[in-house]
């Protein structure tokens, strides 16, 4: 059992930033930009890009976080009990582009459930992906707009994503079963 | 026919008697108790039970059981009360008159004596009712029903509420000598309570049936068998107050008797947790302090007798909403192991254990019974004080199975149960 | 922590730690209920039955509101007829629906205890909505997320149940409740009506009102029955008010910040004045806003326990 790196802290910034800049390019700025974080990581790396825009365009665009729980489509297979935390969206989200952001994309069932939640909210423009990590092994066809890294890893391989605010250390490393 | 039961310790308080030896019976009567067995078992024809290590005793006497028929055959008959009291360890059964029809006419104890007769193993002693159709109005039948073999009257169940009527019913009976079984209650003070009030029935929202509601009763036929002189029988007594009325009243000479069930003695309301209809009966589970108060009763001797209130009810009766199950629980086959814990707690000897269960039940009702006197009608019980037994409702010999000590480990397993001579049951 | 009850058929089986799980699963159904869209996908596909043996429409609305709001299917089973008088046992009512494809069913009842009995010998997961004098679950933790989100705690609290506290469901589970989580619990009322032990479960009595609630921070009126007067419970509606009615005059000993509640519905005039009915320290609809989001959390805890079992 070895843990791998896959990004240390130098290039999990590195990567955010780009990140931020591809989003402004491809929406001409940041005008009805908002973004939606998917609970626990995906709202850390969503306050950093909401940072990191409001210091290159002067404006800081509305944040908001998800709990995809009550979206799940697995709960019949859960093993672990699933708690449901506070979503908090108090914004109108009618015509913004949403920028959905989570920290791994894998089978792509978390995606679809955020996506299904926020169009209980309202009718957004565009809803685009965000991710950090896509380690591959979709079971829908749902794809990131913005990745941050690409891995070829195996089903029983794990993702672990650690971020500053929540474990101390900005680090995604691999870990095989 | 010739029966001999032999190496037994042999317990017979009616004659004192209380140590190892051999009980010969012939034609259905206790012959002797022989010192020497080897000529008796050289006849031909005689039966030997070996009983060594035993308890030999005479049959025991239950003088409070439902026996349901006529009227309500799916609980219970004759015939299976009859082979649940055997298997019990009982020879002689006491009914209460609360069947279908009521026994309150001389033609349904006859019914019932008929049937006992041809389809009951143990001997059945019917009570008669107090009033027609217990309906605390007008006198039954009292003395027809006397001379077809009733042995006492009672409306159980359904408590005679006006005094003027019990005072009647206690001064009649007095030309046939036969004594008034009461189940004590102030139905009115009982309302629509359904277990014993209490911080249990606080805690689950069910209607409540005071202490008080059985000790004012108590108090009042107290008072009436004073004015009357009858000899009045008190039944089921459930709690510390009845205890010390029945106390009192004794010390200054009334003519009272009491008798309690092992289910009082052995458990409090906290049963009836979960809601559970196997623990609803009336009267009621009561708290601690009543069951305590039962076991000083008993010990002290102002409880008489113990008695099962054998009641049985059909699974699907009893399962439903507590509020409408009916009350009571089947007795006659757990009776013996639950009384038997009351020697092993040092509350009783066992001789007066069996003297609760035998001598003194006979002799409240004049059953000619309950001995092992030469003579005396040959109604036996060997068990097995010590033998572990675990309570498995399935094994019921009673057609009902409502009991709220299935699985319970106890001890006391009758092996034999003999009645006029004849094995009716065994082990 | 996690959820592990197939059932909730009272408060009183539930711990501090269960308790404020359900208030805080409450909070984000809460959220749900705020929303324009107020639906979640949560119970997709579950079937749940809302038996009800009395005629409760609130209730059972607020029932079918949470249900609804989590993507159920909603079936409603309602009779005023005990099953006695239909001839059907209620074990066997159940039954039939549990057939029909309900895994989660909604009872209310006349008698205590009904709902253990679906419990012991069903299959389903059972909700109390209400059991005779026993429990009301749902309305015993909807006071508790109604006063926690008032008042930012419940722990050293002082709450004042008032009326009939013999024949009342809301009363236990609202012992049970607040005294769990760390409130002190007074019950007043006329004598006849407060059970001899209810002191054995942790409520202090009283029957004097103003004694009562002399520096409550909550007050709990509970409806009164209009047949109690007929029998021997108290001599009539009018003097029943007389002492037991909340006024203005009766309220000043009352903490400051006293929050006045009623589980509905109410006899205006009788157990409250309308100035308080409808003054600033009622909540009495929060209450059943509340009641719908503390609805949905029981659901999703159950049913996410069903599913983790």
């Not at chain 1, 009718?123 to 707009?145: K, N």
């Not at chain 2, 059945?124 to 027809?144: H, M, N, R, S, Y």
């Not at chain 3, 308080?276 to 949905?296: C, K, P, T, Y």
Request: glycine fraction near 8%; charge should be negative.
């Amino acid at each position: 059992m070895a843990d791998k790196v896959v990004l240390d802290s130098d290039s999990v910034n590195r990567t955010i930033s780009r990140i931020v800049n591809q989003i402004l390019e491809r929406n001409n700025g940041a005008a009805d930009v908002v973004i939606i974080g998917i609970r626990t990581r995906g709202v850390h790396i969503a306050t950093r890009i909401a940072n990191e825009i409001e210091k290159l365009e002067g404006i800081r665009p509305e944040m908001g976080t998800l709990d995809i729980t009550l979206y799940r489509d697995d709960l019949r297979q859960k093993t672990e009990w699933p708690k449901v935390e506070r979503t908090e969206v108090p914004f109108d989200l009618d015509d913004k582009k949403v920028i959905l952001v989570d920290d791994v994309i894998f089978t792509g069932r978390t995606t679809r459930a955020a996506i299904e939640a926020i169009m209980d909210f309202g009718r957004p423009s565009s809803i685009q992906v965000v991710t950090l990590i896509d380690r591959g092994h979709r079971e829908l066809p749902i794809q990131p707009d913005y990745t941050g890294l690409k891995l070829n890893t195996l089903s029983s391989e794990t993702v672990r994503v650690h971020l500053k605010e929540a474990d101390g250390k900005d680090e995604v490393v691999v870990v095989k079963q | 026919m010739k029966l001999l039961i032999k190496g037994g310790r042999v317990i017979d308080p009616a004659s004192g008697k209380d140590k190892k030896g051999n009980v010969y019976i012939e034609d259905g009567k206790v012959k002797s108790h022989p010192a020497d067995t080897k000529k008796i078992e050289g006849e031909k024809g005689a039966q030997v039970i070996d009983a060594r290590g035993k308890i030999v005793a005479p049959g025991l006497i239950d003088i409070h059981v439902h026996l349901r028929e006529p009227g309500f055959e799916h609980k219970e008959t004759i015939r299976t009360g009859c082979e649940s009291a055997a298997a019990g360890g009982f020879t002689s059964i006491v009914c209460m008159p609360n069947t279908n029809p009521i026994n309150d006419n001389a033609s349904v104890t006859e019914y019932i004596m008929l049937k006992a007769r041809t389809e009951g193993i143990v001997n059945v002693f019917p009570i008669g009712a107090i009033t027609k159709g217990e309906k605390g109005e007008t006198l039954a039948q009292i003395g027809e029903m006397y001379e077809a073999g009733c042995v006492g009257i009672s409306d159980d169940g359904m408590p005679v509420m006006n005094s003027k009527v019990m005072r009647h019913a206690m001064e009649y009976v007095k030309a046939f000598g036969i004594p008034v079984l009461t189940h004590a209650e102030d139905k009115n003070l009982s309302g629509h309570g359904v277990m014993n009030e209490g911080d249990t029935s606080t805690l689950l929202g069910l209607g409540g049936i005071p202490s008080a509601s059985e000790d004012v009763m108590v108090s009042r036929d107290i008072t009436l068998a004073e004015l009357t002189g009858t000899h009045l029988h008190i039944c089921h007594v459930s709690t510390a107050g009845s205890v010390r009325l029945i106390r009192a009243a004794k010390k200054r000479g009334v003519n009272v008797t009491a008798e309690a069930a092992p289910h009082h003695f052995t458990l409090t309301d906290r049963a009836v947790a979960e809601y559970d209809t196997n623990a609803k009966m009336n009267p009621p589970l009561r708290r601690e302090e009543d069951r305590l108060a039962l076991i000083e009763g008993l010990k002290d001797g102002t409880i008489d007798v113990i008695a099962t209130d054998h009641a049985p009810h059909s699974e699907d009766e009893k399962k439903v909403e507590f509020d409408l199950a009916p009350f009571g629980i089947v007795g006659l086959e757990t009776s013996l192991p639950l009384s038997l814990k009351l020697v092993e707690d040092g509350i009783l000897t066992l001789p007066g254990m069996i003297e609760k269960m035998t001598s003194i039940p006979s002799r409240i009702l004049n059953l000619g019974r309950g001995t092992l006197e030469a003579g005396a009608p040959a109604d036996v019980v060997i068990f097995d004080a010590d033998a572990p037994v675990k309570i498995d409702r399935t094994k019921f010999r009673s057609k009902s199975k409502n009991t709220p000590f299935n699985g319970w480990d106890l001890k006391g397993r009758v092996l034999y149960t003999i009645v006029g001579g004849k094995v009716v049951y065994s082990a | 922590m996690a959820f592990e009850r197939k059932h909730i058929l009272g408060l009183e089986e539930l711990n501090a730690e269960e308790i404020t799980l359900v208030l805080d699963t409450a909070e984000s159904m809460r959220e749900v209920s705020d929303r324009d869209v107020k639906k979640v996908p949560a119970l997709r596909g579950v079937t749940v039955c809302n038996l009800f043996f009395e005629p409760s429409t609130r209730t059972r609305s607020s029932f079918e509101i949470a249900e609804k709001r989590l993507s159920a299917d909603v079936l409603n089973f309602t009779t005023i007829h005990s099953s006695v008088v239909k001839g059907e046992t209620l074990l066997d009512t159940a039954r039939n629906l549990e057939a029909m494809g309900a895994s989660m069913i909604v009872i209310r009842h006349p008698m205590s205890g009904a709902p253990w009995l679906l419990a012991k010998e069903l299959n389903s997961s059972i909700i109390n909505a209400g059991d005779g004098w026993h429990e009301h679950p749902s309305q015993g933790l909807l006071d508790l997320f109604t006063i926690r989100r008032l008042k930012g705690r419940i722990e050293g609290l002082k709450v004042a149940i008032v009326g009939d506290i013999l024949h009342s469901r809301v009363a236990r589970s609202d012992i049970w409740g607040f005294t769990k989580l760390g409130a002190e619990v007074r019950v007043v009322g006329p004598p006849t009506l407060i059970p001899k032990y209810i002191e054995h479960i942790n409520a202090k009595a009283y029957y004097n009102l103003e004694d009562a609630i002399d520096g409550a921070d909550v007050v709990i009126m509970l409806r009164i029955q209009k047949e109690r007067q007929d029998s021997e419970f108290f001599p009539s509606l009018r003097e029943y008010s007389r002492f037991y009615g909340l006024t203005r005059e009766k309220l000043r000993g009352a903490a400051k910040d006293v929050t006045v509640m009623h589980p509905g519905p109410i006899n205006r005039g009788v157990e409250l004045s309308s100035d308080i009915a409808d003054g600033a320290e009622a909540v009495i609809l929060e209450q059943v806003s509340n009641g719908i989001a503390v609805r949905m959390a029981m659901f999703y805890l159950v049913a996410s326990a069903r599913r983790t079992s």
